[in-house]
């Protein structure tokens, strides 16, 4: 039987494989098979359709990476509900902001952000049911315990017939007017992923360590690759690179995706007594990675070393830089400042913004993407939507760059977002918080280069007239209301911000002296 929507890899593998052991938390080596999570996954479909969840109702998610994601996640495959993963890193506004639109009427949520549902549960228009995952002593009036929502419930699966275009996964992106999009991802672009993924290489004998944030494409995209090819996952909680050594020793791990920055912390630790030879494949991506963290990581790992490059608007997977390209100081040395090649199935063009022309090889311009894994839309965004999908199955990345033969390489950002430590910050959301503070008369906000998280958000102000700076004060303001990792980390004044004919600030023109000795501009 094919693997074509998320609810047929727990289905196809828990009737293949059910005693193969399907996710394994870190923090205390509790596994549960693909059987035993299928009739958990069918407990918590059966508790969705008794709360009048169906095929196409939002489910709202918002915890660390666990096994309950998965559960909550599959149940709400087999009753062809969509689950929406929260960024459980934002402020409480800004999670409110993403369960208010996305019109979910079930909020599973960690008592580890108890502070925080405190701090939105009046704001919540659509939540009727709150079901509370840890602390079962701290449910509190309506609320119910996520064990004694599904406890009472069968097993079975309620059978639910789902297609490759219905939604499955919302996903939500920082947007360019201060506000998240849902970017709706259907079961076609998972099985999309899967096909393109093919380099990944996993199968049932592959062990995957799943430790990228789940509310990102990077973390339940990589994570779905491998169970829909039988493989074993062994859950963080969150990344912490203080136990991934010990983890590869321990479950002899094969398969891992990582961020950069968190691969310059592994740099930093010691491995002479550390076996890494289960290691096969290491795929690193999100945001640019220096040559020295790069060969330093493939000296350390001693395996296959693989960049990839998308979008959560395109699955996660546009191009792979395979191992067989990483050559430092050999004949392929350049390509290492490439995202890649095209994986299968993905069509590439750089487009000129003005005239819309496709341009030659070599000529920078727009990244255009043509794949089976790209979205179908903005949930309830459709002038968005047009926007990006332009149309005959291509996505405007606002990446700009240029190709040499087959190899992509990412020169710029059309527009303003910020990629810090594989987050995805757009500068129009610290605009809007800082411009409320009452010594801010006008501000820009661009990414700078940061050796650690590859770039960072910093704030160029004009200061209100009878006001001096307070750095701290106004990094504070933001923190009130923003995520921290969204936050500026450092604060100037400026005389004038500068402004094209329209009005818009020419982020260019600013970020231009920060990135003056940098051979590229992200």
């Given at each position: ?19 193969q ?32 969840v ?15 994601y ?55 228009t ?53 506000r998240?999009?849902?970017a709706?991802?259907?079961n ?27 509310f ?26 203080m ?9 002899s ?12 912390f592994l ?34 790992f ?9 979008l ?26 490439s ?20 341009l030659?090889?070599?000529?920078v311009?727009?990244v ?22 332009p ?23 059309v ?25 801010v ?39 009130e ?11 100037e ?30």
């Amino acid at each position: 039987m094919s693997i074509d929507t998320i609810a047929d890899i727990i289905r196809v593998h828990a009737a293949a494989q059910p005693d193969q052991p399907m996710v394994t938390t870190s923090a205390d080596g509790a596994s549960k098979s693909y059987a035993e999570v299928y009739a958990r996954a069918g407990q918590v479909a059966n508790a969705l359709q008794a709360k009048g969840v169906g095929a196409g109702d939002r489910i709202a998610f918002l915890d660390k990476n666990s096994v309950e994601y998965f559960e909550v996640l599959f149940g709400g495959s087999l009753i062809n509900a969509v689950n929406v993963a929260i960024n459980w890193r934002l402020a409480a506004p800004e999670m409110a902001y993403i369960i208010n639109d996305s019109d979910a009427t079930v909020l599973v949520i960690h008592t580890d952000f108890n502070e925080q549902l405190e701090a939105m549960r009046a704001d919540l228009t659509n939540v009727t049911t709150v079901v509370i995952l840890g602390d079962e002593s701290m449910v509190q009036g309506d609320d119910v315990a996520y064990e004694a929502f599904i406890g009472d419930q069968p097993t079975d699966d309620p059978g639910v017939v789902s297609s490759g275009d219905d939604v499955s996964l919302q996903l939500y992106t920082s947007g360019t007017t201060g506000r998240p999009k849902g970017a709706q991802l259907t079961n076609k672009n998972f099985s999309g992923l899967v096909k393109a993924a093919d380099s990944w290489d996993m199968d049932s004998t592959s062990v995957s360590l799943v430790a990228m944030p789940l509310f990102h494409i990077g973390g339940s995209g990589w994570a779905l690759y491998g169970m829909a090819n039988g493989a074993s996952s062994i859950v963080m909680r969150e990344v912490d690179p203080m136990v991934v050594f010990e983890l590869i020793q321990q479950y002899s791990i094969s398969h891992m995706f990582l961020v950069p920055a968190a691969l310059q912390f592994l740099l930093l630790l010691p491995t002479d007594e550390v076996d890494l030879s289960s290691m096969k494949l290491v795929v690193y991506g999100a945001s640019p990675i220096t040559e020295e963290v790069l060969v330093g990581s493939m000296q350390q790992f001693g395996c296959g070393f693989m960049q990839v490059y998308g979008l959560t608007e395109t699955t996660g997977l546009v191009t792979h830089l395979p191992p067989e390209d990483h050559d430092p100081g050999g004949a392929k040395a350049d390509l290492l400042r490439s995202a890649g090649k095209p994986v299968t199935g993905v069509a590439l063009k750089i487009v000129d913004e003005d005239s819309g022309d496709s341009l030659a090889e070599g000529e920078v311009g727009e990244v255009w993407i043509q794949s089976p894994a790209n979205m179908v839309g903005y949930w309830k965004l459709p002038e968005a939507t047009a926007e990006a999908l332009p149309g005959d199955g291509w996505f405007r990345s606002g990446d700009a760059g240029y190709m040499r033969g087959e190899y992509l390489f990412i020169h710029d950002r059309v527009r303003d977002m910020i990629v810090s430590g594989g987050e995805n910050v757009y500068p129009a959301e610290i605009e809007n918080v800082m411009m409320s503070h009452p010594s801010v008369a006008d501000v820009g906000v661009i990414g700078v280069p940061s050796e650690k998280w590859g770039e960072t958000a910093k704030a160029l102000i004009v200061l209100a007239e009878g006001h001096e700076l307070d750095e701290a004060a106004l990094i504070a303001h933001c923190r009130e209301q923003l995520a921290g990792f969204k936050c500026p980390s450092s604060v100037e004044t400026i005389e004038a911000l500068p402004r094209n004919p329209s009005g818009k600030i020419l982020k260019r023109e600013l970020r231009a002296p920060y990135w003056a000795d940098s051979d590229r501009n992200v």
